[in-house]
């Protein structure tokens, strides 16, 4: 991937071509996925692809004017800063909370981009376009917040929050809960193939706190590399990084520390408690911010530890 620093004045016009032409038909799909049982909500992005598609026409026509007839292709995928964004039909079932949510993020990116590329553009009609779509951009964003008042329940309003809400999931929950989530379940297999291999309680913890530290630091570092947050809104890397890299030694941390407990028949017994008291959590967080059922948040959380704690067991008995 190419730094956004490191485009060219020529890249980052054809990479806001292929970005209206997404956001365009992206409107298009949810207006047509809407059009049945919300007709309100499907006009309303209907018009908002119409609109995506004139500022494709004013790109193109100031591309040519600078640099010719052929646009590279430069997509959001080909530039370090962007958000992972799933295709329509991979979201459905649709509903108004992640229609809401959907249209709200992608105005934030395209506001932010455009912010971003005009104050590098040195180029005058360069700068001016790009700063003129990102007000326009701007005002997307707030017909996405009037799309949240006019047709969101109120009992969806209170679960999903705010947007304070929505960007503490991003910045701070989202990383958490991966690093929670790997802390947690990944070190199940090397802790209890220790224990159940030495059945000593000092060389397993030495081995788990190994293990929780060394996944801690990792975790840390690749959640502060995947994304410097410039477009995304995810905010600080390094905020990021910490949350992710803490989250991932505690989670580790949890079911080697009773291996201080030198009886080992006792120590297990209560690391297997704190195992289930952590997927217990992971559950939970799941269902309150991910939007994720209860019984299928525990149930898919559940599984996973299972196969891979019994794998450690499996490997320590051989």
Excluded at 140 to 146: D, I, L
Aim: hydrophobic share 45%; charged share 25%; with cysteine.
């Amino acid at each position: 991937m190419k730094q956004f620093s490191q485009l060219t004045e020529q890249e980052m016009l054809a990479l806001a071509v292929a970005l209206e032409e997404e956001d365009s038909r992206t409107y298009s799909d949810l207006a047509e996925a809407l059009r049945e049982t919300y007709p309100g909500t499907a006009r309303m992005f209907g018009a908002m692809a119409e609109e995506e598609d004139g500022h494709r026409h004013r790109l193109l026509d100031l591309y040519r004017q600078k640099f010719g007839e052929h646009i590279p292709l430069i997509r959001r995928q080909d530039v370090n800063g962007f958000l992972e964004r799933k295709s329509i039909w991979l979201l459905r079932p649709l509903g108004l909370e992640k229609v809401r949510a959907q249209a709200e993020l992608m105005e934030a990116e395209s506001k932010r981009f455009y912010l971003t590329a005009a104050r590098r553009s040195t180029d005058v009609a360069i700068r001016q376009l790009l700063g003129d779509l990102a007000a326009e951009e701007r005002r997307h964003e707030a017909r996405a917040e009037e799309l949240e008042a006019k047709y969101v329940p109120a009992d969806v309003e209170q679960e999903e929050g705010a947007s304070e809400r929505r960007l503490f999931v991003l910045r701070i929950v989202q990383p958490g809960l991966a690093g929670l989530m790997d802390g947690s379940v990944s070190t199940l297999a090397p802790l209890f193939a220790a224990a159940f291999a030495t059945q000593n309680s000092w060389q397993t913890l030495l081995i788990g706190l190994a293990a929780a530290l060394g996944a801690g630091i990792s975790m840390g570092f690749a959640e502060a590399l995947s994304d410097n947050g410039s477009l995304t809104g995810r905010g600080s890397p390094l905020l990021r990084g910490v949350v992710c890299g803490l989250m991932t030694a505690l989670g580790g941390l949890g079911h080697a520390l009773p291996f201080i407990i030198p009886d080992f028949r006792t120590a297990v017994a209560i690391a297997v408690a704190v195992v289930v008291l952590e997927l217990a959590a992971i559950a939970w967080v799941r269902n309150r911010y991910m939007d994720t059922p209860f019984l299928s948040a525990v149930s898919q959380v559940m599984a996973g530890g299972l196969l891979v704690f019994g794998t450690g067991i499996l490997i320590g008995n051989s």
